[in-house]
């Protein structure tokens, strides 16, 4: 930098990256410019008001005017990029970050927020829960995944959604899902088990002696929430204002029982709680809490897309930390529902590393920035679509059979309660299809019901509508 008439721009884009109050230092890092000149510079920016400054001497903040990372996205269809990542194509960006030395988890500007997270807690400002951080969101204009990575996620989630009855797909993966989301969840709370001790002990109920009781309780617990979760997908129908909160209470007293006091599973607190290795203090009352909570489960119900439900519900269920323990675990469980709801491939938190999600969550907590959480979100999402994907085919599951086994069982009714025989089977077939099933699908589907008129005994009529003497007299005319 040579002269500030010119490099104003130069540093006032530097300090678009950083979305909360930042230290001298860090903005310096990767800058060439010599100390004395940089606080020169941003000085004069301050006197001129185009950033602001806060604390004196070493607590010396600077904050460029950039509210959040939100993205607002317009009503018509344009290409929109996220504002946090349009410095990846400049060239003062590349020149900064090129040289850092930045996880691959991340991508550089997560990153940059991932390090003040990680900064020592006294170089951390207290905080609280942030009312404003909600109420700017505003269901289906307002977006924590860009267009582009919600159509990623779509196109590679529903590879295996098919329009299968909600909770399907969760059902034919039950016990890969129950051990994978169990152990993952849990592991991410710092339990001890291992991959093959969870499924010892989910599948067999047998567990390893060494391990101490809580690390056992929170694993079943988990069990009993995903069983909750698959099994009473028709209960969780969507989050609404009526159900929303039971459901969630509900996931909290599944997971909780055992590892909280008396009477706290599923009951809003009203103690205060502290955050480890974080500046954030979560608000207090119940009251408030309950009302808090109620806002968010009636955001997250009106967002149309279940990948944006989910990682809203990922977020703010923790953020709101409305229960004495046990938040996260509840926040990670809550945010499959849409995804199960939907038939789309659940999210089991896999190849996560411990402190990288630690860190994304107080940048939740501390800076309002859901971006590395995002990127997480969506990382762990393509692993666990690229393992069902394996479990799929290694189970050699027919998803479309599944689909048409309703519209199956009733056209063969019609063909056995007809007596139809000969070309009158074909031309009923044909007919129903032309109907009932999407032309993609219609020649998979009359292979099907040929195969099983082939099949037809009295030991596989069940759930078909005709009887044992019917299915005989038809297979005596033929």
């Known amino acids: 930098m040579a002269d500030m008439s010119d490099e104003k721009s130069l540093l006032l884009n530097h300090l678009k990256q950083f979305t909360s109050p930042t230290a001298f230092s860090t903005i310096a ?46 009503l018509i269809s344009e290409p929109l990029v996220h504002d946090l990542l349009i410095l990846e194509d400049s060239a003062e960006y590349n020149a900064t970050t090129a040289s850092s030395n930045l996880s691959s988890v991340f991508s550089a500007v997560s990153q940059q927020v991932i ?8 170089e951390r400002r207290p905080c609280t829960y942030r009312y404003e951080w909600l109420e700017r969101y505003q269901p289906n204009a307002t977006f924590y995944l860009n267009a582009e990575e919600r159509n990623q996620l779509h196109e590679i989630g529903q590879r295996l959604n098919v329009g299968m009855p909600a ?44 391990k101490i ?18 099994e009473g997908v028709n209960r969780l129908d969507t989050l609404d204002e009526r159900n929303g909160e039971e459901n969630v209470r509900t996931m909290h007293y599944l997971l909780a029982e055992g590892l909280v006091p008396n009477g706290c599973a ?3 607190r009203n103690d205060g709680v502290r955050i480890t290795s974080s500046t954030y203090i979560p608000m207090e009352g119940q009251q408030r809490l309950e009302q808090q909570l109620q ?25 709101l930390q409305a229960f004495i323990d046990v938040n996260k675990r509840t926040a990670r469980l809550s945010a499959n529902i849409p995804l199960v709801r939907n038939n789309l491939s659940p999210l089991s938190f896999i190849d996560l590393d411990k402190d990288d999600y630690a860190s994304a969550m107080i940048a939740c907590y501390e800076l309002n920035n859901e971006r590395p ?51 009158a089977i074909q031309k009923c077939i044909e007919s129903f299809s032309k109907k009932e099933v999407p032309t993609e699908h219609r020649e998979k589907f009359i292979a099907d019901v040929q195969q099983d008129l082939e099949n037809l005994e009295p030991f596989n009529i069940a759930g078909m509508g005709i009887s044992k003497e019917e299915l005989l007299s038809w297979k005596a005319k033929q």
């Not at 291992?194 to 002696?209: I, P, V, W, Y």
């Not at 009781?213 to 698959?230: E, R, S």
Request: net charge positive; proline share 2%.
């Open 29 to 74: 890092a990767g800058l060439e410019t010599p100390d004395r000149t940089l606080r020169r510079w941003l000085s004069k920016l301050v006197e001129q008001g185009l950033i602001e400054a806060s604390g004196e001497r070493k607590g010396r903040r600077y904050h460029y005017a950039f509210q959040g990372s939100l993205v607002q996205e317009p």
């Open 115 to 122: 390090n003040q997270v990680r900064a020592p807690l006294y």
């Open 167 to 210: 909770g399907t797909y969760a059902k034919q993966i039950f016990n890969r899902l129950l051990i994978d989301l169990s152990y993952h969840s849990s592991r991410l709370e710092g339990n001890t088990y291992s991959l093959a001790e969870t499924e010892k002990l989910l599948l067999q109920g047998m567990s390893a002696d060494d």
């Open 213 to 230: 009781d809580a690390d056992k309780v929170m694993i079943l617990n988990h069990k009993d929430a995903i069983n909750f979760l698959v």
């Open 266 to 268: 599923g009951i809003i």
């Open 295 to 319: 806002l968010i489960i009636n955001k997250a119900a009106a967002i149309n897309d279940p990948f944006e439900q989910s990682l809203f519900l990922l977020i703010h269920i923790a953020y």
């Open 373 to 423: 959480m995002v990127e997480l979100f969506i990382r762990s999402y393509l692993r666990s679509c690229e393992h069902y994907s394996v479990v799929v085919d290694a189970m050699g599951i027919d998803t479309l059979r599944v689909r048409y086994r309703g519209k199956r069982r009733r056209l063969i009714s019609e063909v056995v309660s007809g007596l139809l025989v000969g070309t």
